[in-house]
């Protein structure tokens, strides 16, 4: 059984192709960094174009280095994302699966954060609770199988990368965010701001951002140079590492489980996964994350979410399927558990 999996919810085209006795044959990414730098975020219709031109090339480099392998099913994100860099992939997928005669699966971009560390050797075993941490989600979920998701806290308001996006522009770091603010917050001061860490001083799962991305503004004034702005960029970082830990330790007490994963593009920030590595310590818990180049939008994750829900792949009717908003808790349990 072989899977094709596209991605195109945002600013990452991606394609991979899973085997279920092979595991992951290939995949491939392309960033459109370069395309959106300019305007400081993701330009929508910039990110639909530039999908446009690079989802065909990307699908026949992995098949290439597959061997051209006849395909079982064509996985692709279905939503939620940006509608139009979303409809570009599911066209794609319809064509392909039209043309070659394949069943198609529109898959949900946040079942495939969550199954993403199945990739891995070591991977975790069900339950545990995930934290999925990227530009247009953060999201505490537990997860007790496949399909099997329990919503335990959300953030009301910016995402945590988004916060990273933005406090990047206030500092003049440029983007992409997350990896701007790290750099610059190694070079300072922690301890040098009091921001806050939002309602963590209150019970519940729930996040907020929008608050410390004010105290940021206030802090940087016009915007700063040099060690003022390197401080205020470790004291934004410190602030949103403590709270995404204190929500994470307190969703493990109260869902009994033992085991998290962390998912998402700003589970690649080292500080993050300092802080957590020494709370699994000291409290007993494994944490589990997918490796670096999985923790941003691929296509692998969403093939191996293909793969899991392979029994519910159905011949395409032309339909071209997206949607921008698709709640997690909509999705059921596989029809099959392949595996």
């Keep these: 059984m072989l899977i094709l999996g596209i991605e195109s919810s945002c600013d990452e085209s991606a394609a991979a192709l899973f085997d279920d006795t092979r595991g992951l ?9 370069a395309v959106h730098a300019d305007y400081g975020g993701v330009v929508p219709e910039l990110a639909s174009r530039d999908h446009a031109r690079k989802l065909t090339p990307l699908i026949e480099r992995v098949r290439g280095e597959a061997d051209d392998p006849p395909l079982t099913g064509i996985a692709y994100t279905r939503g ?15 064509g392909l699966g039209e043309s070659h005669g394949l069943p198609i699966l529109g898959v949900h971009h946040m079942e495939g954060h969550l199954l ?64 701007a603010v790290s750099e610059a917050a190694a070079r300072g001061d922690p301890a040098a701001y009091d921001f806050p860490r939002p309602m963590t001083r209150k019970p519940g ?13 206030l802090a940087a004034g016009d915007t700063p140079s040099g060690k ?22 307190r969703a493990l007490a109260a869902s009994s489980a033992t085991r998290l994963v962390v998912a998402g593009g ?13 709370c699994a310590t000291a409290d ?48 059921a349990p596989p029809v099959y558990q392949s595996v």
């Excluded at 044959?25 to 960094?33: D, I, K, L, R, T």
């Excluded at 996040?207 to 503004?217: C, E, I, Y």
């Excluded at 960029?233 to 994470?248: D, G, I, R, W, Y």
Aim: with cysteine; glycine share 12%; hydrophobic share 45%.
């Design 25 to 33: 044959v290939a995949h491939a990414v392309h960033s459109q960094v």
């Design 80 to 94: 939620p994302g940006l509608v139009g860099a979303l409809l570009v992939g599911a066209s794609i997928a319809v």
């Design 116 to 179: 993403s560390p199945l990739l891995e050797d070591g991977a975790p075993a069900f339950p545990y609770v995930a934290l999925l941490v990227s530009g247009g989600h953060t999201l505490l979920v537990y997860v007790a199988g496949v399909g099997e998701y329990q919503l335990l806290g959300r953030s009301v308001d910016d995402a945590v990368g988004e916060a990273f996006d933005k406090t990047a522009k206030l500092l003049g770091l440029g983007y992409p965010g997350g990896p």
């Design 205 to 217: 799962l729930d996040f907020s951002f929008s608050g410390l991305k004010t105290a940021v503004k």
């Design 228 to 249: 003022a702005r390197d401080d205020i960029a470790a004291s934004f970082q410190a602030a949103v590492v403590e709270t995404l830990t204190v929500k994470c330790r």
């Design 266 to 278: 700003v589970g690649a920030n080292r500080h993050l996964r300092r802080s957590l590595g020494d």
């Design 284 to 331: 007993g818990f494994e944490v589990f994350y997918p490796r670096p180049a999985f923790c941003t939008d691929n296509a692998a994750m969403i093939a191996y979410a293909g793969y899991r829900r392979c029994r519910e792949m159905r011949q395409g009717n032309g339909v071209i399927d997206a949607l921008a908003r698709w709640p997690l808790t909509d999705l």
